[in-house]
């Protein structure tokens, strides 16, 4: 599986962006597909998720009703859809994706087999 993270970029506060992270290579329904970000001198932190089936969607406490993941399973590509962004939304946000996780591992890296290379979001005040 390989994974492809794009949609980075300049915002100031209170705009949007919408990141896209493009799945290749053999994937199944039973995969999950999460954002995570990290901010420079700070640990990876999670960001949301969604299994590919049946799209129930999980989030981060701090990004409930600011950020919105989806999927479009034609093109095997997921979305995060960031509005009311902050400054301290600032962070390289990589894309991850994982085999039958439970609930509980979707919240934390290192159940994640697969990883985008990253893309850089920057909100300025």
């Known amino acids: 599986v390989q994974l492809q993270a794009s949609g980075g970029g300049l915002v100031q506060a209170g705009g949007s962006l919408k990141l896209s992270c493009e799945l290749s290579g053999r994937t199944h329904n039973n995969y999950a597909l999460a954002w995570f970000r990290q901010a420079p001198g700070k640990e990876r932190e999670f960001v949301a998720a969604?299994?590919?089936?049946?799209?129930?969607?999980y989030y981060g406490d701090s990004m409930k009703g600011r950020f919105s993941i989806s999927k479009d399973s034609a093109k095997n590509t997921v979305y995060l859809q960031m509005n009311s962004l902050k400054p301290e939304d600032t962070a390289v946000y990589y894309c991850?994706?994982?085999?039958?996780?439970?609930?509980?591992?979707?919240?934390?890296?290192?159940?994640?087999?697969?990883w985008g290379q990253g893309t850089k979001v920057t909100v300025s005040s």
């Open positions: 969604i299994r590919w089936s049946p799209g129930s969607t």
């Open positions: 991850a994706a994982g085999a039958r996780l439970i609930v509980s591992s979707l919240y934390h890296e290192r159940h994640y087999q697969y």
